[in-house]
């Protein structure tokens, strides 16, 4: 086993490897301020972005869910890595060279899943199949491309590849490359029966690609009649590398265009995807063999920008039949993941955007993402299309059916708007659907009440609430909310001693951990001081990366995180005197806490009888004013 990697080439690593680089090739970030970046969380559903970015700190943190750390962490987090993988990963792609101390040395730090070599390994599938698409056993491949207006050009743009019709022609080659059996089938790209054998055998493949550009999946086409496998699409399994409800085939390609125009459009296939692309649609993107669900929005909204201050718009495409109109209602229920506006764009022929391409050329397909509507109009368009309008019992059915509908929409706030326009569709008095749209609520709520209190089978029934039941516990000690006013004091000034280590110096000589009420904000000051004090970060670059990595109480980590990301309140560089005005207001609050205690022990002590004690502690109180006064003043003239 090699030795572990060298303390100071991960040091390397991490100073070369800028964290908003390596953030935003998963999130869209912004300007926050004071130095700091913001984006919508990868790790927790939101609709506010909480997750901050500091470059110049080298940390991450978000705020909701209290996850961060450092560059190494997010990889280890978001990718599934071990720690050796985050530091190789970033050392090859920032040329740094690393270094192992000598010795057969345990790595004893968190470990995932080797996603490295399974990566590695649909890498070299992918340039073997793109290689085998030029052979002539490809013919038929190379025809289907042309009768859908795709040329080699466009081929090479999205990596498109042939799997020949031998059994192990991707395994032989693999297996040259050095990897090994067990490696080929975690990834996918070989299935085990009696012997091993390609999956993907005899069809045309797209590589699925992450949002970072590495490919870990493979959608196959059938193109030969004899082929025994039915099905028209083949999709790379679940694996380690490859989740089907969180991929979006195109998210390489379009998430900057994202980002920049606030939009995404949805398609339904790989070639659609490439149709959109090549007509002047860069933002286009489809699922892998699965419905568009929760965690597709999830990933969408992250490279949108998608929240309440920033709203975009999110363009589903779908065939104008039977099927296309089941997927937009799939679709209408997950509009409330999104903050973006929702459409839909159906083309009147029922033409795909590749089949719309061919037929009509790159500017119909620009004119169908233009004309969308909105997807709530469609769907209630569609339902209210099923009714005979001419009739005044298809009126009423229609309006009950839509209010069902409109009913069902969890944000609230646009049920009247919804109301209005199926009033407006069915030709209806807007009180009528407003009426129906609140009963429709009213069946929705009283159903899973009922549901509730009906007993199940064989269910005792249900005892009085008795007098003699045991009381509860005593409550158990909460720790309070670090952003909790009460300890803003405490929380501005270690932010400057894990951002500024250098400023604060030794001018914290004087501060202990008494000086902190929180236990954690206590705990992240006793870790400090473990350490060496700020003065021992001063021209450490990682000390507080270090810092956070020593910490064994996750509460602990997370706060030096957010600690070392969140701006401070001075919109400059923070000053010696700003860091004196800190610890001297921190040192009065001290002072004023023992004045406190002190003064509740002189009420308790009777001077007659305890005359030593009493005038013991009186010296100590005019003692401790005197420094409180001291304490104030200074913080006033270094203000």
């Known amino acids: 086993m090699a ?18 680089e390596v953030v935003s090739s998963y999130v869209t970030l912004r300007n926050a301020g004071g130095g700091s970046q913001k984006g919508l969380c990868p790790f927790h559903d939101e609709k506010s972005p909480s997750f901050h970015v500091t470059p110049g700190r080298n940390f991450w943190h978000c705020f909701g869910c209290q996850e961060g750390g450092d560059v190494f962490t997010f990889l280890m987090k978001i990718d599934g890595l071990s720690f050796v993988e985050a ?21 004893d730090r968190p470990r995932g899943p080797a996603r490295g070599r399974l990566v590695e390994a649909h890498k070299v599938a992918q340039e073997f199949y793109a290689g085998q698409l030029e052979t002539p056993d490809a013919l038929a491949a190379r025809r289907f ?32 490359k050095g990897f090994r059996e067990d490696e080929m089938v975690s990834g996918g ?5 009696r012997s091993a054998y390609d999956r993907f055998r005899g069809r045309l493949l797209w590589p699925i690609r992450d949002a970072s550009g590495d490919t870990i999946g493979f959608g196959a086409r059938r193109i030969f009649d004899d082929d025994r ?24 390609l379009a998430r900057r265009d994202m980002a920049r125009a606030s939009q995404a459009v949805v398609v339904e296939g790989y070639t659609d995807v490439m149709a959109c692309h090549l007509a002047g649609v860069p933002t286009a993107v489809a699922t892998c063999g699965t419905a568009f669900g929760d965690d597709h929005a999830r990933v969408l909204r992250r490279f949108l920008h998608d929240h309440e201050d920033f709203r975009g718009e999110v363009i589903f495409t779908f065939d104008g039949d039977a099927a296309g109109q089941k997927a937009a209602l799939r679709a ?12 839909v764009a159906v083309e009147p022929d029922g033409l795909d955007p590749c089949d719309l391409r061919i037929q009509k050329g790159d500017a119909a397909v620009r004119e169908l993402v233009a004309r969308r509507v909105p997807l709530y109009r469609f769907v209630l368009a569609n339902i209210v299309g099923g009714f005979d309008l001419d009739r005044a019992d298809g009126r009423v059915d229609a309006v009950r059916a839509a209010a069902r509908l409109v009913a069902s929409i969890r944000d609230k706030s646009k049920v009247e708007a919804f109301a209005r326009e ?11 659907a407003r009426s129906e749209v609140r009963r429709a609520a009213q069946r929705s709520t009283q159903r899973p009440r009922q549901e509730q209190q009906r007993p199940g089978p064989g269910a005792a029934p249900s005892a009085a609430p008795s007098d003699t039941a ?31 280590p250098a400023t604060v110096g030794r001018s914290a000589a004087d501060v202990g951990a008494n000086d902190f009420t929180h236990p954690t904000y206590r705990a992240v000051w006793e870790m400090v001081a473990a350490a060496g004090g700020p003065a021992a970060g001063a021209n450490d670059p990682g000390w507080a990366s270090r810092l956070r990595d020593t910490a064994t109480d996750p509460a602990v980590s997370s706060a030096i995180s957010a600690l070392g990301v969140e701006p401070l309140r001075t919109a400059k560089e923070p000053e010696p005197s700003y860091v004196a005005a800190h610890l001297y207001r921190l040192l009065e609050l001290t002072a004023m806490r023992r004045i406190a205690d002190l003064k509740s022990r002189l009420q308790r002590t009777n001077p007659v009888e305890h005359t030593a004690d009493y005038n013991r502690m009186f010296g100590e109180l005019v003692a401790l004013e005197q420094h409180r006064r001291s304490m104030r003043e200074l913080a006033v003239g270094a203000s």
């Not at 491309?145 to 020949?164: K, S, T």
């Not at 209408?332 to 459409?343: E, K, L, M, R």
């Open 87 to 107: 530091v190789e990963r970033l050392a090859d792609k920032y040329g740094v060279q690393l270094r192992r101390e000598d010795g057969d040395v345990r790595d």
């Open 332 to 343: 209408f229920d997950g509009d409330q993941n999104f903050v973006s506006q929702t459409y």
């Open 470 to 500: 045991p009381p509860a516990g005593p409550p158990r000690e909460q720790v309070p909310d670090l952003r909790d006013p009460r300890f803003s004091l405490e929380r501005e000034t270690l932010k400057l001693v894990i951002q500024h």
């Open 3 to 20: 030795g572990r990697i060298r303390e100071e080439d991960i040091a390397a690593v991490r100073e070369r490897a800028p964290i908003d």
């Open 229 to 252: 496998i039915e099905a028209k699409y083949l999709n790379t399994p679940e694996t380690p590398i490859y989740k089907k409800s969180q991929v979006l085939y195109g998210i390489d």
């Open 145 to 176: 491309l042309h009768e859908r207006g795709f040329d080699q050009a466009a081929a090479d743009r999205f990596g498109i590849g042939f799997a020949p019709r031998d059994g192990d022609a991707l395994l032989t080659h693999l297996r040259q």
């Open 189 to 193: 790209l070989v299935a085990m029966g």
């Open 422 to 432: 199926l009033a407006g569709m069915v030709g209806v008095d807007i009180e009528q």
